[in-house]
Every structure is written in C-alpha cells, then in structure tokens.
C-alpha cells in the first residue's frame, strides 16, 4: 500500500498540526511505504516572499524529522524538486470542467474571507489531484477539510482514463484523520490564524509561558471543577495516558486544585514530548548537508516513480517526445 501526503510550509507547526495530523502520518510509516512531502509549490499561493518560504519549508522537514519521522523507512522531499509534478497539473486541466473547480468548499471560503484569488490559487485541486495521481496513491491521510480535493483527484484520475481510454491513473482512496479538534489557548480550534497556538518547537519557557496563559473561568482554587469542556483539560488527555487523564479528572471534580495546576500538569506532559524532540531538531538543524541528504534520496525515489506514470500519461495522451 502507498500512503501519500503533502504538509504545507505556510507557517510555524503547531501542536494542533501534531496531533491532528503529524502523529498519523509518523504512525503509517510503521506500516506502510510513505510518500510525505513539503508542499512548497501549493505555498507559493500564499508566502511569496523567497528567503521565508525557504526557511519554512526546511522548518518542516526539521520538525517532522526530530519528532520521529524515520528516513529510512519514508521518503520526505520538496514537492519542487519532482517538476513532472507540474507538467501533469497541466495535462488534467485538460480533462477537467471548469464547473469542478469552481465548485471547490476551500476556494470558495478563501474568496469569502476576502483574499484576492490568483490563478494558483484556483487552479490548487489541479496541482494537488498531481501530487497524489503522479505516485499512483493509494491511500491519501487528510484532514476533513481536504476530503473534496480528493473527491476531485479520483473525478480527475476518472477524465483522464476515459478521455484516452486507459487505465494508467490510480484512484486514491483518503484516510480521514480522526483527530478531534485541538483546542488553541482561548478555547477556540488551534489555529496560527487565531493567534492561539503552541508552538512545537520554542524554547521550554516560552512553551511553558504559552501555557500558563491558557484563558480559564474564574472557578477558586476550592470549587470543584469539570474537566470537560476545559482547554487545559482537553489538551492534556490528548497527550498524557488514560490512568494520568483520569487521575487529573478526579482533582478537577474533587475541588482544591487551582487552574494554575491542571497548567503544570499539562505543561509537564507537552515536555515529555517536545523536549526530546527539541535536542534532537537542534542536532539536525546543526547539520544542514545531513538534511538536506534525506530530502535528496526522498526525491530521487519520487522522482523515479514519477517519471514512469508521467511517460505513461505522455504516451497514453498522444503527446510526442524526442527525448
Ligand atoms: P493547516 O495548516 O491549518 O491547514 O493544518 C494542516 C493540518 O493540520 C490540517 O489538515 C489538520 O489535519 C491539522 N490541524 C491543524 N490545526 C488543527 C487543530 N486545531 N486540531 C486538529 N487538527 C488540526
Ligand atoms: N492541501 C493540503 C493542505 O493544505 C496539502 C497537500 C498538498 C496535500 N498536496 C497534497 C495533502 C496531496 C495530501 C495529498 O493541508
């Protein structure tokens, strides 16, 4: 089975990203073979600014690899370095109606909120039906919000197979994470647009600090508190066992343990985890040509694989080569 995702650089990851998305994908690797790349060509849609879309996109792969993303058994790479990539988001907008495109939930909401669209941006379910029908996927682990734009790389695998009477592109199937929302520090979903994140990677005090500045009700040390529907709470089962999340449960029910308490609690279990994998970024981070390795051999393995389902599609479409 081929599992394939594209994680955006367009900004700081956050621990909504781990364990909404990032904790499934460093799961599959045990089990299947991985495709995972930095989507920098979808970013280039929203950060057009050279020296930060460079510094994010290695962000990513940093972050993905000091939180156990293992080389040896994933190919991560640079979406920008398969080119064939782009050449196949041509041919399908061929054989793709305009009416699909225009029909896209997360375009619409993006003119909704007021941004001026470019023509990358409304041609982005082209690029990314590419991105997964250039690997011949199989399984595509999203999250909710990109179910249609795999709905529409199957419709788009579907035109061009019967357009030119072939089998020569896979239908995808997606694999929904079934991650709940992670709640930011005023409650609402954790978002950079919200301001409301913690960052995976900062320092531990910083880290710490965003935490203790979790927003709370003005519940006193004695009352007895309800767990549910508490951020702090919500945060902290997502990340500790089941025993610690009842136990934690039990004092918030019980009365006489302060906000600022569930705060070290929670503070204490997002080291557990960002602490380790924060001396093992900053190792990575200090060996750029190390990185920057196992991005080429993710590469070159992709770009094998595109290479033949590109002269597949050429040739299946009639356009003529020399080379
Ligand atoms: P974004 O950059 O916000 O599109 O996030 C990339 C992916 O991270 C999404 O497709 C989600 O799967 C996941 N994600 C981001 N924020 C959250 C959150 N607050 N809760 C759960 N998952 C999230
Ligand atoms: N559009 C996805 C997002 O914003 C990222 C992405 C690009 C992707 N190409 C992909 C995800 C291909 C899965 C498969 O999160």
């Not at 364990?19 to 799961?27: F, P």
């Not at 913690?198 to 040390?221: E, G, H, Q, W, Y």
Request: net charge negative.
């Amino acid at each position: 089975m081929r599992v394939l995702s594209g994680i955006q650089p367009s900004g700081k990851l956050h621990l909504g990203n781990y364990l909404g998305a990032m904790k499934q994908h460093l799961e599959l690797q045990h089990e299947h073979e991985c495709f995972f790349f930095i989507a920098n060509y979808h970013t280039l849609t929203t950060v057009q600014d050279r020296e930060r879309l460079l510094e994010l996109s290695r962000d990513v792969a940093l972050d993905y690899l000091a939180l156990g993303l293992d080389p040896g058994k994933v190919n991560l790479f640079y979406q920008s370095d398969i080119p064939e990539v782009t050449e196949l988001t041509w041919i399908l907008s061929t054989v793709t109606g305009k009416g699909l495109l225009d029909r896209a939930t997360s375009y619409k909401d993006k003119i909704a909120r007021g941004i001026t669209p470019s023509m990358g941006l409304y041609s982005y379910p082209l690029l990314m039906a590419a991105d997964i029908l250039i690997y011949r996927s199989d399984l595509v682990p999203v999250g909710k919000d990109q179910l249609q734009h795999i709905e529409m790389a199957q419709d788009m695998a579907g035109y061009f197979n019967n357009t030119f009477r072939c089998e020569v592109l896979k239908r995808p199937e997606p694999k929904l994470n079934e991650a709940p929302v992670v709640p930011g520090l005023d409650g609402q979903k954790m978002s950079k647009s919200y301001g409301n994140t913690i960052p995976l990677f900062d320092t531990a005090k910083n880290t710490r600090k965003r935490i203790m500045s979790i927003k709370t009700d003005s519940r006193t040390v004695e009352e007895p508190k309800d767990p549910d529907g508490c951020s702090i709470f919500a945060l902290y089962r997502l990340l500790a066992g089941p025993n610690e999340t009842a136990e934690l449960a039990e004092r918030y029910r019980a009365g006489g343990m302060g906000y600022g308490d569930a705060k070290k609690a929670l503070a204490e279990v997002v080291e557990q985890l960002l602490g380790p994998a924060r001396e093992r970024r900053e190792e990575l981070a200090a060996d750029p040509a190390q990185v920057d390795s196992i991005l080429h051999s993710g590469a070159v393995r992709a770009r094998e694989v595109a290479r033949v389902v590109l002269s597949d599609v050429r040739e299946a479409a009639g356009l003529a080569g020399t080379f």
